[in-house]
């Protein structure tokens, strides 16, 4: 493994450890023009008591599709703040929108559009949970733990599993969700998935636009707690051809309404209502997401929308203890895993009550 | 051989993440027996820590994925039924043995757990004791028995059992996190031994009380199966791994009640040892699959067909230890289960044979 791929640990933590002499260093972290994450670190003299205090900045969006060369500033505008597990101490991690030097937000801000529902619709408290699923590739470009060249047994052994044979990468997912809890992402859980190499986490319940901002920010932590063990994060919904899963965001969604009794009328209702808006949900559900939406490997086809009470196979489920409670949730199984988590909050939120 | 970086674990990049602060969260491993009776598990994260079992939630799980519920109703319920320390995680962290229960309430296919709570607690007088000397075998990411030269066989069976040395014992390392590990978790482990055939290891579980001695092996079985991972070794329960002039693994499952524990205790162990003699057909159907590629009759092992026993007798079916017999009183041991046997199902039926 060359030295440049995969963190030395021994020799960084004499480093890690030394006096800051009270400056905090933030890490602005940014969604760029592709939907990738993109992050640079300013020194502050002080530590921030709320995100007020933190400066607007800018960066050269030119260099990440976001601007022409010719007029290239974008703004970095703070929109929340979370502890640096890497650096530890009083540093801090800022997710922030970029806006355009007209005041408008640039092309993939899809959070400021978000956030203004999110206000509007605050006094139905929506909940969200997201499922996000992705796969780990090593740097050779083959799924981690797949033999050279091959493919591994079929799949059956390696959901939930445990073994060295099984289960590959678990360092990464252990690491990660440590990360997340330190940094105060409300990631509520991990496994592993149908797919050898393949994990999923859990990030919820987030109420309005927390859902988007925490699942950005555990996104950016896996990759960079990846990046420590020489390891890639593919995002991609069908990574592998054939008989292989594809990766989802499942999104859990409820309103105090569902969550009340007889809160099912509600989840019914708020069903029908999205069974009407399928094309519109699956515009922002994910590209490629036709390769994953087949109708196989616990999928309901693009083409249609379906749902049914513990039904793996269609495109919204809910949960059997929510129909035998008659109030709950659903679970809309149609996003893919490299959604923006702003859009499909967005949308759920605009076809359901608005 | 050069290990892929995803097959073992890169302890020194982990611990730093392992070192962060949680915020108080404490993090629930969930814990249970698939439909193939193999192991699985996945976590949830809880804001405090619970104060006993009954305090964790039910959560539930895509039984289509492992056999235990078809695609289109595929919800499996798990039921939190023991709690214990989690050793990779350490701190408030934990792992909670669990239950499966179908939709309808009644247990899934490969819950055993349920039908043999009932019957140690109907017995619960009796004070049914359990030892279970779970045997495996380690294997290499390329499926090598591990120490085995490549494509070849070792020196043939003698020096290895309780051995020490480069030569003769290969996996220690493994042996010994793993005992480390259930002694953290608050497994009841007694002992471990290097096995006659190389690469074959052995620990023992016990003394158990009833339902105990089933979450107590599961859980241990679990904590070896995850320990090897973090070194890139497998670990397989298969009753007969190697044909040919080479031990089976065995699952020995020592047994008293209070009655045998005490003075004269001997007549009540010939009593069940006579009561099991009438149904070894029983037994034998949940001592294990492929236990009959092991129960040869060689290699320290009665054959499968016949039901024998013997103080201090290896090659019998149940072997009462020549102390017991000295003393008049004490357990006795079934050599018959295999590695692989649902510790479950094994302590129903003897409890089920000799009491009920």
Not at 2 to 30: D, F, R
């Amino acid at each position: 493994m060359s030295l440049a791929n995969k963190s030395n640990t021994q020799t960084l933590a004499k480093y890690l450890q030394l006096e800051q002499n009270g400056k905090i260093q933030a890490e602005y972290v940014w969604i760029d023009g592709n939907s990738g994450l993109r992050s640079k670190t300013t020194t502050l003299d002080f530590k921030p008591s709320n995100i007020s205090e933190l400066k607007e900045w800018n960066f050269d969006g030119s260099s990440t599709n976001q601007a022409p060369g010719d007029n290239s500033d974008v703004l970095l505008r703070p929109a929340a703040i979370f502890k640096d597990p890497f650096r530890g101490g009083d540093n801090i991690i800022v997710l922030a929108e970029c806006y355009n030097n007209d005041g408008t937000p640039n092309r993939t801000n899809h959070r400021h559009s978000c956030a203004k529902l999110m206000e509007t619709h605050a006094e139905s408290h929506p909940w969200f949970g997201i499922e996000q699923e992705y796969t780990l590739f090593d740097l050779d470009g083959q799924v981690l733990g797949w033999p050279k060249g091959g493919f591994p047994g079929p799949q059956g052994p390696y959901y939930c599993s445990v073994g060295a044979n099984v289960s590959f990468g678990r360092d990464i997912v252990e690491a990660h969700y440590r990360a997340c809890l330190y940094a105060g992402v409300t990631i509520s859980g991990v496994n592993a998935e149908v797919m050898p190499g393949q994990w999923e986490f859990q990030v919820g319940p987030c109420e309005g636009i927390d859902m988007g901002d925490h699942l950005w920010i555990a996104r950016y932590l896996l990759h960079r707690v990846a990046e420590d063990f020489g390891v890639v994060v593919s995002f991609h919904p069908k990574p592998i051809k054939g008989d292989w899963n594809g990766a989802g965001c499942h999104t859990n969604f409820s309103t105090q309404a569902m969550r009340e009794e007889n809160g099912i009328k509600a989840i019914y209702d708020a069903i029908d209502k999205m069974g009407k808006r399928h094309a519109e949900h699956i515009a922002v559900y994910g590209e490629d997401n036709d390769q994953r939406l087949t109708g196989r490997h616990e999928t309901g086809h693009i083409s249609q929308f379906s749902f049914g009470v513990a039904n793996r196979g269609a495109s919204i489920r809910i949960p059997r203890h929510c129909a035998a409670e008659g109030k709950g949730y659903l679970e809309d199984r149609r996003p893919a895993s490299n959604i923006d988590p702003y859009r499909v909050t967005h949308v759920i939120v605009e076809s359901s009550l608005a």
